[in-house]
């Protein structure tokens, strides 16, 4: 069964602070990915990463930085939390690798971060 | 511009009774289209994939159709129960390296 974890269901920051949301998956997956989805607007692509150290962004990605040192971990960086970036944070991951998504391959969610900047 | 308008918005239903859920979508091209489902402060779950060859794909009391040349899918749930109470997003990929694209999904209520 695969599983990607998200360190936190819930999380509270204040304006200004740096906030780290990290992902795990245990399905040796190529690619990683964090959304946010807000009421309304459905998901939005953040960043995405096909391999290790490898990065690209993606619909939304102002406010925010990623890193990849591991396979199995991607981390979303909130640099200066701010009140607009109060949502619900997705990470999922799938096979394939920059060249080869796949025409069947699937994207496995994570269980969510409900962020809420005051 | 690549787009998924999924209808209705929310739908609430009576326990046992059967529902259809439209995805209309302008993505090109096309590779493949999911529907997913997400229980509330969860995250989505596949429930099927359709690729451009595949006309309806079932998946217990779930039943998805694709009509490729009107670019539209359907998602048809017989005999609802409770557990059906969820948003429901349908998910067209890209071209095979392309990114997903997400409907903003219909939430829909079953009521005892």
């Known amino acids: 069964d695969v599983k990607v974890t998200q360190s936190s269901r819930y999380l509270v920051k204040r304006t200004g602070e740096k906030v780290f949301l990290e992902c795990v998956q245990d399905?040796?997956?190529?690619?990683m990915f964090w959304y946010r989805q807000d009421p309304g607007l459905g998901l939005r692509l953040i960043y995405f990463?096909?391999?290790?150290?490898?990065?690209e962004k993606g619909d939304i990605p102002e406010g925010y930085s990623v890193s990849r040192e591991k396979k199995e971990r991607f981390s979303l960086i909130l640099e200066s939390a701010s009140t607009n970036q109060t949502s619900m944070y997705l990470c999922?991951?799938?096979?394939?690798?920059?060249?080869?998504?796949?025409?069947?391959?699937?994207?496995?969610f994570g269980q969510g971060t409900r962020l809420t900047v005051v | 511009k690549n787009q998924v308008e999924q209808s209705p918005q929310s739908l609430i239903i009576l326990e046992g009774k059967n529902c259809t859920l439209q995805c209309n979508y302008t993505v090109s091209p096309f590779s493949n289209l999911r529907w997913y489902k997400q229980d509330t402060g969860r995250g989505p779950v596949s429930l099927t994939i359709?690729?451009?060859?595949?006309n309806t794909k079932s998946n217990g009391r779930y039943t998805a159709t694709l009509d490729a040349d009107t670019k539209q899918s359907s998602l048809h749930i017989t005999a609802s129960q409770l557990s059906d109470s969820a948003s429901y997003i349908c998910v067209v990929r890209a071209g095979s390296q392309g990114n997903l694209i997400f409907g903003k999904g219909t939430k829909l209520s079953v009521k005892p």
């Open positions: 399905m040796d997956h190529e690619n």
């Open positions: 359709m690729t451009f060859s595949e």
């Open positions: 999922a991951s799938s096979l394939g690798g920059r060249d080869h998504r796949g025409l069947r391959t699937e994207a496995f």
């Open positions: 990463s096909y391999d290790v150290k490898m990065k």
